[in-house]
């Protein structure tokens, strides 16, 4: 029992080793405690930073797309006003050629508009067919092997807007049979 005792005698800490220990834990405890919540201080910040430039990231992209609608729109307000006054002309008084000749010069006017924001109109007769432009609703026969893959008719042009394809053009492509 007595070499038990001072096992146990010498394990156990004195009291004037344990006292600066545990100050110095507190402090490092207290210094550690501090970083935790500058940290989380810094981690919230960064979050509530994040958030404000996601939501005005998501309003200047809004309100860019506002804009070029509003730049579309106001280069097409000439040519709606012309419309305008072809559908207001009284039928009496002006003869059926003005009126297409007319609506020719608006059509023409609509596309010069359109063709300065990055409009395009697909009609590819006589060219060769592409699946990312066109939509092929039927094939007719090729005359000959030269005119495998062509256009023989558009029947709906397609539209293309700054390389991006709004609608493909509906065709009939020429296939040659080997005949």
């Known amino acids: ?33 501090r970083e935790i ?35 579309l729109v106001r280069g097409l307000i000439d040519a709606l006003d012309d419309l305008t006054r072809f559908a207001n002309v009284d039928p009496s008084t002006v003869d059926s050629k003005t009126v297409i000749d007319g609506i020719a010069l608006v059509e023409k006017k609509l596309f010069k508009s359109l063709a300065g924001h990055g409009f395009e109109v697909v009609n590819p007769t006589g060219h060769a067919f592409d699946p990312n432009l066109h939509e092929a609703v039927s094939t007719a026969p090729a005359g000959c092997a030269e005119e495998d893959g062509q256009v023989a008719i558009c029947f709906q042009a397609g539209y293309v807007i700054n390389g991006h394809v709004l609608r493909p053009a509906r065709v009939i492509v020429k296939q040659w049979s080997g005949n």
Request: proline residues 3%; hydrophobic residues 30%.
């Open 1 to 33: 029992m007595t070499d038990s005792m001072s096992n146990a005698d010498e394990l156990a800490p004195a009291s004037d080793d344990l006292a600066p220990e545990t100050a110095t834990d507190a402090a490092s405890g207290d210094d550690r405690q």
């Open 37 to 71: 919540d500058d940290l989380k201080d810094k981690h919230l910040r960064l979050a509530a930073e994040y958030d404000n430039f996601r939501r005005r990231a998501v309003k200047e992209r809004q309100e860019a797309g506002w804009r070029a609608q509003g730049e």
